[in-house]
């Protein structure tokens, strides 16, 4: 009785298990990465100045600022990371303007305010926010607020250039020179925007701060859509040929225990993909390199749970006590041989960045499902179809005893 009890809880920890990982690939999906939904890769390389050299403290807040730059954006699942000691790496997945993107992210963004003699009066770190929005004769402008101190300054500052024209600069490009027609204390409107999407993206320049150095595009790419679709779609063809044909070996040379490999397989497939979703990660190609890897070392862990169940059923045990020593003595091995390739994912996915790292971290999250479904999963399907006819003698194995 406590037997099947036991079977009977394992089948529904099982179903909860997959039930949960199809929530959640329907309710989050997959992000795609920049091979396969297109995009752009930037390399940005830091320039030194005559005042300030290069440094760890400039890197780390360059990346901060970009960060926060594309975060404003709305951009699906950036991917920004240092490279050596003065490069950054952008990449972003299914952008419609890359080179938008680029120049948004790239830019400097030194706000200054100066009068007719170029001297500075007042810079952008004085101000709160920025957002883009209309003026009262509908033109795209920046609205800005200012910090307690900023708020002081720039009352001083109308108030000193009453009726003369101050000019407001980013990255000494001017935007617009008006006139001061009044005192301004915590507010204020950028204008002469052309459209509310160039307002927008200096908002968002003005907003997350001035970059600690310029930058340098080294290198920039684009992906078309087209082209990372054909490479998913030949990707998605490539695995499901793979999973057909050891479907069909596994169920020709092991017969039933074959078909439960192969559901166990499908099992593995929807496990994987909701594990992607609940993370949040990113699949890209060599992802899904990783993924069909995986999907063999599943593949093989099953064949060496049957070959040591047909070993027990040659010597004449009975089927369930063929069936857990099998298990028990495929462990170790398949455990050993999982751990020692877990390692070697491990160091790259702490080592390395981008395409690497990505299969690795693929590679990592498949080497950990296959053991869960070859453990757990083939163990319990095999539990329930034990006690049935469908694999009551050994031949249900392929085993033709001596």
Do not use: C
Request: hydrophobic share 45%; no cysteine; charged share 20%.
């Amino acid at each position: 009785m406590r037997y099947k009890q036991r079977r009977k809880l394992k089948a529904l920890f099982l179903v909860v298990v997959l039930g949960f990982g199809i929530f959640l690939y329907f309710n989050y999906g997959v992000n795609l990465g920049l091979d396969l939904a297109g995009g752009a890769h930037v390399v940005m390389e830091a320039q030194p100045t005559e005042g300030r050299e290069i440094d760890d403290e400039v890197m780390t807040g360059i990346v901060r600022i970009i960060e926060r730059r594309v975060n404003e954006m709305g951009l699906t699942e950036p991917v920004i990371q240092r490279q050596g000691a003065d490069r950054v790496i952008v990449e972003l997945p299914a952008v419609d303007n890359p080179d938008d993107a680029i120049e948004t992210i790239g830019q400097t963004a030194m706000l200054t305010i100066q009068n007719q003699a170029g001297e500075v009066l007042m810079t952008g770190e004085e101000i709160a926010d920025a957002r883009a929005s209309y003026d009262q004769h509908g033109r795209p402008v920046v609205s800005f607020e200012l910090t307690s101190s900023g708020s002081q300054r720039f009352e001083e500052i109308t108030r000193m250039y009453m009726g003369e024209p101050i000019g407001i600069y980013l990255d000494d490009e001017q935007l617009t020179n008006p006139t001061v027609q009044s005192v301004i204390r915590d507010q204020g409107q950028i204008t002469g925007y052309g459209s509310v999407e160039e307002a927008e993206q200096h908002a968002i320049l003005i907003r997350e701060g001035a970059l600690p150095v310029d930058v340098e595009v080294m290198e920039s790419r684009t992906v078309g859509p087209t082209l990372g679709s054909i490479a998913l779609q030949q990707s998605i063809r490539a695995g499901l040929i793979g999973l057909l044909l050891v479907g069909i070996y596994m169920i020709f040379y092991y017969r039933f225990p074959g078909i439960i490999a192969a559901v166990t397989l499908l099992i593995y497939g929807i496990l994987f993909m909701g594990v992607l979703s609940g993370l949040q990660a990113t699949l890209t190609l060599p992802g899904i390199g990783g993924l069909i890897l995986s999907i063999g070392m599943a593949v093989d862990a099953n064949i060496i749970i049957f070959e040591r169940i047909q070993d027990e059923l040659r010597n004449g045990k009975p089927l369930r006590t063929s069936i857990n020593t099998g298990f028990k003595r495929a462990y170790l091995t398949i455990v050993d041989a999982n751990v020692t390739t877990l390692i070697t994912a491990l160091i790259l996915a702490y080592f390395t960045t981008g395409a690497v790292r990505g299969f690795a971290i693929t590679l990592i999250i498949g080497i950990l499902l296959s053991m869960f479904t070859a453990f757990f999963v083939t163990k319990t399907i095999l539990d329930l179809f034990s006690p049935t006819g469908v694999l009551k003698k050994a031949g249900s194995f392929g085993v033709r005893r001596q």
